[in-house]
Nanobody
Framework: QVQLVESGGGLVQPGGSVRLSCAAADTIVDCNEMGWYRQALGKERELVATITSSGSTDYADSVKGRFTISRNNAKNTVYLQMNNLKPEDTAVYYC?????????????????WGQGTLVTVSS
């Protein structure tokens, strides 16, 4: 089973910082694009940030200037540094990979999701 494993969620006070990590299983050889999405209670899942293998990034307007996405291509790992957190950032954060080369057998998957990690911003 192809896996992405998130870590780093938890409870943080408003104005605080959290760093999320997402590591790909050994069965994942390469990913064209990796990113983070989030889903708040009662709302639809939404894009937070994405990064391509060449380093091009895209952010939701609501997180620009506060969140930074980065990745380690050699380890197929993606990170999300979240600063100046607000209560409205509270959500389950999901790691996503698109254009995923996996093995065995060698094949390309359209996308893979992680299981999610909860970030709660509250005083």
């Amino acid at each position: 089973q192809v896996q992405l494993v998130e870590s780093g969620g938890g409870l943080v006070q408003p104005g605080g910082s959290v760093r999320l990590s997402c590591a790909a299983a050994d069965t994942i050889v390469d990913c064209n694009e990796m990113g983070w999405y989030r889903q708040a209670l009662g709302k639809e899942r939404e894009l937070v940030a994405t990064i391509t293998s060449s380093g091009s990034t895209d952010y939701a307007d609501s997180v620009k200037g506060r969140f930074t996405i980065s990745r380690n291509n050699a380890k197929n790992t993606v990170y999300l540094q979240m600063n100046n957190l607000k209560p409205e950032d509270t959500a389950v954060y999901y790691c996503n990979a698109r254009g995923v080369l996996v093995t065995p057998p060698l094949r390309v998957l359209e996308q893979v999701w992680g299981q999610g990690t909860l970030v709660t911003v509250s005083s």
